[in-house]
């Protein structure tokens, strides 16, 4: 049986009409002085919350009016309640084994009094900010929101994202062969974020460095997301894969470690992308081998 082919018509219907709409919100946004900075501007943290449902709303849009080939192809299901509990656990674990490595290379040190932190608030809220909580105190409860509240929040952007990228987008590019989709869905992934890239996202003034890190960050990390989309057939896993790993990268770990340098540790530095490449090597090992014991017993 020959190979299906590739869906050209389908693939860049959904990729102009997200990339128009993305680079013209967050273009405006941009112009309108929105910057990257230890607390950006409130409406514009929300407006970039918002375009994180623009590849869903491409995905409608090309379904339903350019290619008219149905929903199912964007396995729009919840699927077994496993891996959901499994990514909740081994994201937060990868995020500790990322940070204890950048304070064991000397990448990075742990602010335990939160110094820099308590600084910034007390710099944005003036001199009638009301005495904060003990370090411990809120580390402790940022802990358990990151593990047990944001991941929901986080996941439902997350799925705006993933019924465009994972739902769509990587089923489309499969015909290509796994190598090469996940690699081009890694970069155009990457390519998304650029106009936030340009203004210090996740890498601050470094810009060219920061988008060569970032693309490799997004098809290191994507493999993982790829795997678990692809073997439980779920577009709802990844937007809560997705949120896990907002959650994480915006929690405990921003406030205790404010000074690493971006390019080399951290989430998504050469130690965070080394760890995310291993992570989706073997859970791709993984998945492989409990697909091919289930074949065996079908057998």
């Given at each position: 049986?020959?190979?299906?082919?590739?869906?050209?018509?389908?693939?860049?219907?959904?990729?102009?009409?997200?990339?128009?709409?993305?680079?013209?919100?967050?273009?405006?946004?941009?112009?309108?002085?929105?910057?990257?900075?230890?607390?950006?501007?409130?409406?514009?943290?929300?407006?970039?919350?918002?375009?994180?449902?623009?590849?869903?709303?491409?995905?409608?849009?090309?379904?339903?009016?350019?290619?008219?080939?149905?929903?199912?192809?964007?396995?729009?299901?919840?699927?077994?309640?496993?891996?959901?509990?499994?990514?909740?656990?081994?994201?937060?674990?990868?995020?500790l084994l990322i940070y204890a490595l950048t304070w064991l290379l000397g990448l990075g040190q742990p602010d335990w009094h939160l110094t820099q932190f308590q600084e910034m608030i007390a710099a944005s809220a003036g001199p009638a900010?009301?005495?904060?909580p003990s370090p411990v105190m809120i580390l402790v409860v940022l802990l358990v929101v990151t593990l047990l509240v944001s991941p929901v929040i986080n996941?439902?952007?997350?799925?705006?994202?993933?019924?465009?990228?994972?739902?769509?987008?990587?089923?489309?590019?499969?015909?290509?062969?796994?190598?090469?989709?996940?690699?081009?869905?890694?970069?155009?992934?990457?390519?998304?974020?650029?106009?936030?890239?340009?203004?210090?996202?996740?890498?601050?003034?470094?810009?060219?460095?920061?988008?060569?890190?970032?693309?490799?960050?997004?098809?290191?990390?994507?493999?993982?997301?790829?795997?678990?989309?692809?073997?439980?057939?779920?577009?709802?896993?990844?937007?809560?894969?997705?949120?896990?790993?907002?959650?994480?990268?915006?929690?405990?770990?921003?406030?205790?470690?404010?000074?690493?340098?971006?390019?080399?540790?951290?989430?998504?530095?050469?130690?965070?992308?080394?760890?995310?490449?291993?992570?989706?090597?073997?859970?791709?090992?993984?998945?492989?081998?409990?697909?091919?014991?289930?074949?065996?017993?079908?057998?």
């Amino acid at each position: 049986m020959s190979n299906p082919k590739l869906d050209v018509k389908g693939i860049f219907s959904f990729l102009g009409i997200t990339f128009f709409i993305t680079y013209l919100i967050e273009g405006a946004l941009i112009l309108g002085g929105f910057r990257i900075t230890n607390i950006p501007a409130m409406g514009g943290q929300l407006v970039v919350a918002a375009v994180m449902w623009v590849p869903a709303l491409a995905t409608v849009l090309t379904i339903k009016f350019v290619t008219h080939e149905g929903f199912a192809i964007t396995n729009l299901r919840f699927g077994s309640w496993k891996p959901y509990l499994a990514s909740g656990l081994l994201l937060p674990a990868s995020f500790l084994l990322i940070y204890a490595l950048t304070w064991l290379l000397g990448l990075g040190q742990p602010d335990w009094h939160l110094t820099q932190f308590q600084e910034m608030i007390a710099a944005s809220a003036g001199p009638a900010v009301a005495p904060m909580p003990s370090p411990v105190m809120i580390l402790v409860v940022l802990l358990v929101v990151t593990l047990l509240v944001s991941p929901v929040i986080n996941g439902i952007l997350g799925f705006g994202e993933e019924f465009g990228w994972r739902g769509y987008l990587l089923p489309k590019l499969m015909p290509l062969g796994k190598f090469r989709a996940y690699v081009i869905e890694g970069i155009i992934w990457g390519l998304w974020h650029l106009p936030l890239l340009l203004i210090g996202f996740t890498y601050g003034h470094s810009i060219l460095g920061g988008i060569l890190a970032f693309f490799a960050l997004t098809t290191a990390f994507g493999i993982y997301l790829n795997e678990l989309t692809l073997h439980y057939k779920s577009s709802v896993l990844a937007g809560w894969v997705h949120g896990v790993f907002n959650s994480q990268k915006l929690g405990v770990w921003l406030l205790l470690f404010p000074g690493v340098n971006p390019l080399a540790g951290g989430y998504a530095g050469v130690v965070g992308i080394s760890v995310w490449l291993i992570l989706g090597l073997a859970e791709m090992r993984y998945l492989k081998k409990i697909s091919g014991n289930t074949a065996n017993a079908e057998g």
